[in-house]
């Protein structure tokens, strides 16, 4: 009983996360990726570097991101990012730390044992990312994660790498995103147990982006991302700049089972009640608001089995003038 609350306390944002290592990473994202349900979209800000570090590969000046994130109660997260150019390209840095609050012990019974457990996660990614002409992109970040459940005293340490590309071959209308995120193990175990080497959550995706020529500043994405542990998720997702002050995002999130559902329940008209249809579907919305070197982004995610999620990133360009 105890891991199981440990585990929605600390992975609050996958509810089948499955038995892979260090599922929280998958909550370490900037406010603009939480407003499209987790897609990470190319762009000049660093709040997917953790998924795609090719993303950011444009940045062409230096940036400093300050974000938070607030979901279930007690739940805190908080990160910093800075990026700047180098050779070429673009290197930028993200520390990121999330503590799941207190949560109390239960024994191998079931009964309360009146200690109270704090864990924590930290981690420290470093990515570099570099254009190469007009229509292509590539990137690599390597990342060290660190989680303490706050059981027999031990830490879980591991590392990553992610790997990503951008390509535009042909239209300028469409852009595609290919990447591998978390390839890596544990080195050691979080708790007394578990000491050996274990799977870190990895991820394969791949993003298209569409620029419809019939509306200005507007971007439709759809993202195909399969965890290792869990089902393949589907996400779509928009973006639109009104003007060089503001712009808002939305998106939704599925997976190849309730799409299943959804086959079943609205084209074959056919109920099952012991497999409840369309239970986890998940939407988000979001905004920035740019004033000269400073950019203010907010995401919100709506989840019908948990908590939703809060998300601000204050972003610096530093060497910029204006929008």
């Given at each position: 009983?105890?891991?199981?609350?440990?585990?929605?306390?600390?992975?609050?944002?996958?509810?089948?996360?499955?038995?892979?290592?260090?599922?929280?990473?998958?909550?370490?994202?900037?406010?603009?990726?939480?407003?499209?349900?987790?897609?990470?979209?190319?762009?000049?800000?660093?709040?997917?570097?953790?998924?795609?570090?090719?993303?950011?590969?444009?940045?062409?000046?230096?940036?400093?991101e300050i974000g938070s994130r607030i979901q279930m109660q007690g739940v805190q997260q908080g990160d910093a990012v800075y990026g700047a150019p180098v050779a070429g390209g673009l290197v930028a840095g993200r520390l990121d730390y999330q503590s799941s609050g207190d949560i109390t012990g239960y024994g191998e019974s079931?009964?309360?044992?009146?200690?109270?457990?704090?864990?924590?996660?930290?981690?420290?990614?470093?990515?570099?990312?570099?254009?190469?002409?007009?229509?292509?992109?590539?990137?690599?970040?390597?990342?060290?994660?660190?989680?303490?459940?706050?059981?027999?005293?031990?830490?879980?340490?591991?590392?990553?790498?992610?790997?990503?590309?951008?390509?535009?071959?042909?239209?300028?209308?469409?852009?595609?995103?290919?990447?591998?995120?978390n390839l890596g193990t544990k080195l050691t175990g979080s708790t007394a147990s578990e000491r050996g080497f274990g799977p870190m959550p990895l991820t394969f995706g791949l993003t298209t982006r569409f620029n419809p020529s019939s509306i200005h500043g507007l971007a439709l994405y759809t993202d195909l991302q399969k965890?290792?542990?869990?089902?393949?998720?589907?996400?779509?997702?928009?973006?639109?700049?009104?003007?060089?002050?503001?712009?808002?995002?939305?998106?939704?999130?599925?997976?190849?089972?309730?799409?299943?559902?959804?086959?079943?329940?609205?084209?074959?008209?056919?109920?099952?009640?012991?497999?409840?249809?369309?239970?986890?579907?998940?939407?988000?919305?979001?905004?920035?608001?740019?004033?000269?070197?400073?950019?203010?982004?907010?995401?919100?995610?709506?989840?019908?089995?948990?908590?939703?999620?809060?998300?601000?990133?204050?972003?610096?360009?530093?060497?910029?003038?204006?929008?």
């Amino acid at each position: 009983m105890f891991l199981l609350a440990l585990a929605a306390a600390t992975f609050a944002q996958y509810s089948d996360a499955g038995t892979a290592e260090f599922v929280f990473l998958r909550n370490f994202q900037g406010a603009r990726t939480v407003g499209m349900c987790g897609i990470p979209a190319p762009g000049e800000d660093l709040s997917g570097m953790g998924l795609q570090p090719a993303a950011f590969a444009r940045l062409a000046h230096t940036r400093v991101e300050i974000g938070s994130r607030i979901q279930m109660q007690g739940v805190q997260q908080g990160d910093a990012v800075y990026g700047a150019p180098v050779a070429g390209g673009l290197v930028a840095g993200r520390l990121d730390y999330q503590s799941s609050g207190d949560i109390t012990g239960y024994g191998e019974s079931g009964e309360l044992t009146g200690k109270i457990h704090r864990p924590q996660e930290m981690l420290l990614d470093v990515a570099f990312a570099e254009p190469l002409g007009d229509r292509f992109a590539w990137g690599v970040g390597v990342k060290a994660v660190e989680e303490n459940l706050d059981i027999d005293n031990s830490q879980a340490w591991g590392l990553g790498v992610d790997l990503g590309v951008v390509a535009q071959p042909g239209s300028r209308q469409l852009a595609y995103s290919a990447y591998v995120s978390n390839l890596g193990t544990k080195l050691t175990g979080s708790t007394a147990s578990e000491r050996g080497f274990g799977p870190m959550p990895l991820t394969f995706g791949l993003t298209t982006r569409f620029n419809p020529s019939s509306i200005h500043g507007l971007a439709l994405y759809t993202d195909l991302q399969k965890p290792v542990d869990n089902d393949i998720f589907v996400r779509f997702g928009f973006e639109h700049r009104l003007n060089e002050w503001f712009d808002f995002r939305g998106g939704f999130r599925t997976d190849l089972p309730e799409i299943r559902d959804a086959f079943r329940v609205l084209i074959l008209r056919r109920q099952d009640p012991g497999n409840p249809s369309l239970m986890d579907q998940r939407w988000a919305a979001g905004g920035s608001v740019h004033f000269d070197q400073f950019i203010l982004s907010y995401g919100f995610q709506w989840w019908q089995l948990l908590d939703g999620v809060h998300s601000i990133t204050l972003s610096w360009d530093i060497d910029a003038s204006g929008s």
